[in-house]
């Protein structure tokens, strides 16, 4: 394979030195019309190609985008393709690494993408995460960060989110409304700020209804389809069962259905079940399972559009917090009592 063309190759053929090329390529005003004309017709003859790594080290960007996210689920894909479309038309090129939920493994996703020369970085923390000096190091080199999903208090960093206590209200209180009394929930991780959020609404719309909440019926548990249905098992198990359970993803409802149909229990009569991320799967199975929604795809489209920004931003975007709102989906797995209005909501 012929070596590609250089820029001393066309100044060595045309003799003239390779400033002059440079320039001339650059369309700059010192070098005459004639000698532009010859080094940019050369150029083309010989499929010149500038050499992108030394331009890019030239301008201090390489227009590439480090993504690292907790896993490639159909969440946090969705997310990654609302990042992708708006880098694209921005002219940016987004690289993911998926950290499965290990906080050494996104250590090591960091350092990799800083050895890939990124711009910055678009991060969405693991579950094992409690330590945060990997990602403050980013910000001591004044490289843009921006913290989508799964924020938290520990980075000062523009950041994207969703409305996780409406969320976690929205589902408790539906289920109230269905005439549910002993509601559970699995909730992910104690250390997870999205877990503490959708448990935190899960409470206040206890408390709005004046039911107590029972410590028993609070597990928390990883985004697992078989932790969940063990917890499940768990909770089916104890001689005042609930008779409904809320769990923050629908990884967790997927296994807490399991585990109902396996003890024979049929929902909505016997026992309510609500999902958090509305998944396609929720409305594949039988019964189809409520869950509440969340604008994926828009929230990773923001979340780009926020990078994009602190990039040509001089100031501190810091405390800029952008929140976007969920939506409960109503299926038969909770529905005891018919709408008046069967519009779908």
Do not use: W
Not at 51 to 61: F, G, H, R, T
Not at 85 to 96: D, F, P, R, S
Not at 214 to 236: K, R, V
Not at 334 to 340: A, D, E, H, T
Request: charged share 25%; proline share 5%; glycine share 6%.
């Amino acid at each position: 394979m012929d070596k590609p063309a250089t820029i001393k190759d066309i100044a060595r053929t045309l003799n003239v030195s390779t400033s002059t090329v440079s320039r001339a390529m650059r369309n700059a005003p010192d070098v005459n019309i004639e000698t532009r004309k010859a080094v940019m017709a050369l150029s083309e003859e010989l499929n010149y190609q500038p050499n992108k790594l030394a331009l890019s080290l030239k301008q201090k960007q390489t227009h590439n985008i480090g993504v690292i996210v907790p896993n490639l689920d159909y969440v946090m894909a969705s997310m990654v393709k609302g990042i992708d479309e708006v880098a694209l038309e921005a002219g940016y090129t987004v690289m993911v690494c998926q950290s499965n939920e290990s906080f050494g493994r996104e250590i090591v996703n960091t350092r990799r993408l800083l050895d890939s020369l990124v711009d910055g970085f678009i991060i969405s923390v693991s579950s094992e995460t409690k330590v945060f000096d990997h990602f403050k190091k980013i910000q001591e080199k004044k490289m843009p960060m921006v913290v989508f999903d799964r924020v938290t208090p520990f980075l000062m960093a523009p950041r994207v989110r969703l409305d996780n206590f409406d969320g976690g209200f929205q589902a408790t209180e539906h289920l109230v409304e269905q005439g549910y009394k002993r509601i559970a929930i699995l909730a992910g991780p104690k250390n997870l700020g999205i877990s503490n959020e959708r448990m935190d609404g899960y409470l206040a719309a206890l408390k709005k209804y004046k039911l107590k909440p029972d410590p028993d019926l609070i597990i928390h548990c990883d985004f697992n389809q078989q932790y969940a249905f063990i917890a499940t098992q768990e909770l089916l198990s104890m001689k005042k069962r609930p008779d409904a359970i809320f769990t923050i993803s629908d990884r967790m409802a997927i296994g807490a259905m399991l585990a109902i149909k396996e003890r024979g229990l049929k929902m909505p009569h016997d026992i309510g079940l609500v999902g958090f991320n509305n998944e396609p799967i929720t409305s594949l199975v039988t019964p189809g399972i409520s869950s509440v929604d969340q604008p994926a795809f828009e929230l990773g489209k923001v979340a780009a559009k926020l990078f994009i920004e602190s990039m040509h931003h001089d100031g501190d975007m810091s405390d800029v917090e952008e929140t976007l709102k969920p939506k409960l989906h109503i299926r038969e797995s909770s529905l005891r009592i018919q709408p008046k209005n069967t519009r779908s909501k």
